[in-house]
């Protein structure tokens, strides 16, 4: 009976580990990804090339072209002014050329609206909108967004003919809460005041960063000479320095890339918002947002292949027919090793909880074996 404070204390503990744990996980099966430049027009060249950057970048961290939304004036590339016909650089040694053949704009030219940008997030689409321009995401979505262009105090321009505000998107996220369009945002922008454009969020699981605060500007980094304006800002010149080292695989978390967040670098007063973020930021892997998780979520419903051969419509219980044919063989084998692979492939929660179940099961074996000493 002396062991059994101890035995208490322990399992106290492992419930805390594995509760603590749970909180931390990402609970998301896909990620994608909503990259805006706001701007056009030929002196606004660094927008596009700040929203190309992150498109490039999210394409190599493994998140396809068929979950990235891409918005763009497209007007830079083809532009007479250009040096370089047919070609977007972020760096004055022009050693990679952001457009080329490999990208996929979705939205181009007077298509980046704030309607649609709104009925994005929302997917407040008719019948014939295209599958291929909609954001296709379910409540356990990871979504990237990516902001770029000129702003103000609550409020960023659209092609400098109309402007969406701080309140226009915390009403959109609350949509897509509501209607259980994500499992996180991580919203991220680059423009003056940005940090006044996530003072309005009231949904939950939102992680959010800006490049200035009220009342500042967001700064570019460099010009190129040849090309006659800024190529880039600071703010996204920095967020794309950390993740040029960031592979697939990386266990870097946000914390990581926030410390980067200086004054030094930024020349402003870059912002972080976690109020409704409840996850620990050195528990967040980059790769939660920057990279593709496909994972499979097992269905608990009753109404699977398995339970529907083996059950009549009034759940009665049947069995296998004794006359079994090779293809029914090979398909029943298939959907076998489709049933193993899914349960190899539990969710965090059910993971500690094992866990937990194994130490209770050492502590009770241990206790057991004490006392009968």
């Known amino acids: 009976m002396r062991l059994l404070p101890f035995i208490l204390t322990l399992a106290c503990w492992l419930h805390y580990v594995s509760a603590d744990e749970a909180e931390n996980a990402s609970n998301h099966t896909n990620n994608w990804a909503i990259i805006v430049s706001t701007s056009r027009f030929w002196f606004n060249y660094r927008h596009m090339a700040n929203a190309l950057s992150m498109y490039r970048t999210v394409k190599r961290l493994g998140i396809p072209d068929s979950q990235i939304i891409l918005m763009l004036s497209d007007d830079v590339a083809c532009n007479p ?15 990679l050329d952001l457009y080329g053949d490999a990208i996929e704009v979705d939205y181009r030219g007077y298509e980046v609206t ?30 990237f967004i990516y902001l770029t262009g000129h702003g103000g105090n609550e409020f960023l321009k659209f092609q400098d003919a109309e402007e969406i505000s701080s309140y226009d998107i915390a009403h959109a996220f609350e949509q897509m809460h509501e209607k259980r369009r994500y499992n996180e945002i991580f919203f991220m922008i680059d423009t003056c005041q940005a940090n006044t454009m996530y003072s309005r969020f009231y949904s939950p699981n939102i992680l959010a960063v800006g490049s200035s605060a009220y009342e500042e500007s967001s700064y570019s980094h460099h010009s190129d000479t040849d090309i006659g304006v800024a190529v880039i800002d600071r703010f996204t010149y920095f967020n794309l ?5 960031i592979e697939k695989n990386s266990s870097q978390t946000m914390s990581d890339l926030f410390a980067l967040y200086t004054f030094e670098n930024m ?5 972080i918002s976690t109020d409704a973020f409840p996850r620990n930021l050195s528990e967040v892997k980059i790769t939660d947002f920057f990279g593709n998780v496909q994972t499979v979520a097992k269905d608990e419903s009753q109404d699977d292949i398995l339970y529907m051969l083996n059950h009549d419509e009034s759940g009665t219980y049947i069995g296998q027919s004794e006359t079994v044919t090779p293809r029914a063989i090979h398909s029943g084998t298939a959907v076998i090793n489709a049933e193993l692979a899914a349960s190899k492939l539990s969710s965090s929660n059910t993971a500690v909880s094992l866990l937990s179940l194994a130490g209770f099961t050492a502590i009770w074996y241990f206790a057991s074996y004490k006392l009968k000493l």
């Open 267 to 271: 020349h402003s007063n870059a912002g």
């Open 114 to 143: 704030v309607e649609n940008f709104v009925r994005l997030l929302t997917d407040r689409w008719g019948p014939e909108h295209p599958k291929s321009k909609r954001l296709l995401t379910d409540e356990r979505s990871n979504i």
């Open 81 to 95: 002014r250009n040096a370089f016909p047919g070609a977007v650089f972020n760096n004055a040694d022009r050693q």
């Open 241 to 245: 320095e950390f993740l040029e080292k």
